[in-house]
């Protein structure tokens, strides 16, 4: 995820230490390229695809003037692979400008468009760098830095944090959209940054700017004002926690960060993927893809269960479609021909055992598609199209977030892929990022967790789209707490594990809605409930199912993939929680790696 600094200071201040140690501070984030600007006059603009410490090399090389205002950033690629030069800062043609930005700017191709057909020439592939042409054709029409800069932003749609430091300035311009900005109060200077681990070793103090909302910044003073320029009134805040846990932002671990930054991440992986008037999933990646024939999802794991829900969907669409483990999928027992189409899904893009499927599937003259968070992955390279998931880096060994996003992006593909137009469908992945946060508000599965943390084992049912969710929710128990859990077919339940539940092996059922899935399913809950078995209802209240619950995990009333992705957050959290009573190592669990590159 990109990650932004920057710093404003008196002028005997050196901001290139700040910017450095704020872009240290962003590490943590993931990244694949970093860069600094300082406001000297010509503004010194130095970047390096890789690590920060790359970057630190070469400018250890450099003959830097030493200059007191200054902005990072650490990029984490979403339009263009990383490469120097697609890394921020990006600067205008005479170098008057550069520009730092987090988000991504929707309307960027025809701004695009717009400004090359005006004779501009784009030095990235990136989205952001249409900002400092378009703060550079203020300046040319005679426009004061804050006022070319305020015009520059009301061009922009989409998500943005953006900070610009203008040629022999003493001054930061900032401006936030749906991604988030914070303002450190030093008692030597002023911070910006995209997340206060970048400036928490200098202040502690934080004012929060909000979306619409812009500032200015310099070394004596910050002036927060609104869209209409008008000057509003702000709270400084003291933040609590200190550099150690600055990394996971004072959650105790990465994967409850994580977990909690789901909202976002959907958010993130719909924007500019939806017609809300249409119905359309407007996925621009597969304008050009066609293919005949059934269509192999393959994937491992956490992904594995999301191909899971990509196929249930395309199959209730009329898609002919199946899901294999990648480690069992063999090109010569699958019937491929050129005009079949293989989806491996994958978060990392580098799963040996996925990259192996692909591998073989392209060797088979299939065509193929990535649905990949990592943009550059091999997944993303060696695949003829790809989907980006767009949930972020995710540290924690648990993948959460990449799950949540993986079923938006996937129900997307399989809306494309059946050519299905729907404005319900569209509500329903509009609702998501609100109905994860209401879970997340209310959720009682830390007591849950309490009341279940030595039982025996674990079992999950559920039933459609239910189904990968139980499978997904017994994973992520047994993976971070290292106990027995099985997720389970809510029908199959009495065709043999029946024989497993007891007293002490609770049994989580996911029921949503009224229907005759949910009504099969509380028939299934009463063969358990019968033999004096604790249930845990995962429910949206809509049936009778509290009855025979021991406990309830609420979600909100919503339908289809909305309903799922919400009832899988109750699941992670109780895993979480379970682990967490147990004292384990809930982000790197033993024996496990983030990204398994072995087959
Ligand atoms: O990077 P990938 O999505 O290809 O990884 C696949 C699995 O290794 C992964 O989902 C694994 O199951 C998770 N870490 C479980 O939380």
Redo the contacts with the bound molecule.
């Keep these: 995820m990109c990650g932004i600094i920057g710093f404003v200071g008196p002028q005997e201040s050196d901001a290139l230490d700040v910017l450095l140690d704020g872009l240290a501070g962003l590490e943590y984030r993931g990244y694949d390229s970093a860069g600094i600007a300082l406001a000297n006059s010509p503004i010194d603009v130095h970047k390096r695809q890789g690590e920060v410490s790359s970057l630190e090399s070469a400018l250890a090389e450099a003959d830097l003037a030493s200059e007191s205002v200054g902005i990072g950033h650490t990029r984490w690629s979403t339009h263009g692979p990383p490469s120097d030069y697609n890394a921020h800062p990006h600067t205008d043609a005479e170098g008057q400008v550069a520009v730092v930005h987090n988000g991504i700017i929707e309307n960027y191709q025809s701004l695009r468009t717009e400004l090359s057909e005006g004779g501009i020439h784009f030095e990235s592939d990136t989205d952001t760098e249409v900002v400092p042409h378009l703060i550079a054709q203020g300046l040319d029409q005679g426009l004061e830095p804050e006022s070319a800069f305020r015009q520059a932003i009301e061009r922009l749609e989409g998500s943005y944090a953006i900070a610009a430091v203008f040629e022999g300035s003493d001054t930061v311009y900032a401006a936030r959209h749906e991604s988030p900005l914070v303002l450190g109060i030093g008692q030597d200077g002023h911070y910006l940054a995209s997340d206060v681990p970048a400036f928490i070793e200098y202040t502690d103090q934080v004012i929060y700017l909000e979306d619409g909302e812009f500032a200015t910044i310099t070394p004596d003073h910050v002036r927060i004002t609104d869209a209409a320029g008008e000057t509003v009134e702000t709270t400084v805040e003291t933040i609590e926690w200190d550099a150690e846990d600055a990394g996971k932002s004072g959650y105790d671990h990465y994967m409850l960060k994580e977990i909690h930054e789901q909202p976002n991440a959907i958010r993130e992986c719909l924007r500019g993927r939806l017609n809300e008037l249409t119905g359309r999933i407007e996925l621009e990646e597969l304008a050009d893809l066609t293919w005949e024939g059934p269509v192999t999802l393959v994937?491992?794991?956490?992904?594995?269960h999301a191909a899971m829900v990509g196929v249930t969907l395309l199959n209730r669409w009329g898609v002919d479609a199946r899901a294999m483990l990648a480690s069992e999928f063999d090109a010569a027992s699958v019937p491929l021909t050129e005009s079949s189409l293989v989806v491996g899904?994958?978060?990392?893009?580098?799963?040996a055992d996925?990259m192996r499927a692909l591998r073989e599937a392209n060797r088979a003259g299939a065509t193929t598609l990535a649905v990949t968070n990592v943009v550059g992955s091999s997944a993303a390279r060696e695949c003829d199209h790809v989907v980006y998931i767009r949930a972020g880096p995710e540290i924690s060994?648990?993948?959460t977030k990449?799950f949540a996003s993986q079923q938006a992006a996937l129900t997307m593909v399989a809306a494309a892929l059946s050519g299905r137009r729907s404005r319900e469908l569209v509500q329903s992945l509009r609702s998501i990022a609100d109905a994860i946060q209401q879970v997340l508000d209310t959720s009682c599965a830390r007591e849950v967790a309490q009341a279940y943390r030595d039982a025996d084992a674990y079992f999950f049912i559920g039933r459609g789209l239910h189904y990968p969710v139980a499978l997904e929710g017994a994973?992520?128990l047994k993976?971070i707490t290292y106990k027995h859990a099985e997720g389970f077919a809510a029908g199959e339940l009495k065709h043999g594990p029946l024989a497993l539940v007891g007293e002490q092996t609770p049994v989580f059922a996911l029921v949503t809605g009224d229907g005759d899935r949910a009504e099969k399913t509380i028939g299934n809950i009463k063969e358990v409930e019968a033999r004096g078995v604790p249930v845990v209802a995962v429910t949206d209240g809509q049936s009778d199912v509290e009855r025979y619950a021991d406990h309830v995990l609420e979600v909100p009333a919503l339908k289809g993939i909305a309903s799922s992705v919400a009832a899988n957050v109750q699941l992670q959290l109780v895993a979480y929680w379970v682990a967490h009573e147990l004292g384990r190592s809930i982000d790197k669990p033993r024996h496990?790696a983030?990204?398994?590159t072995v087959e």
């Design positions: 994937a491992c794991g956490t992904s594995y899904v994958t978060q990392s893009g580098e799963t996925t060994v648990a993948a990449s994973l992520k993976e496990l983030k990204s398994v």
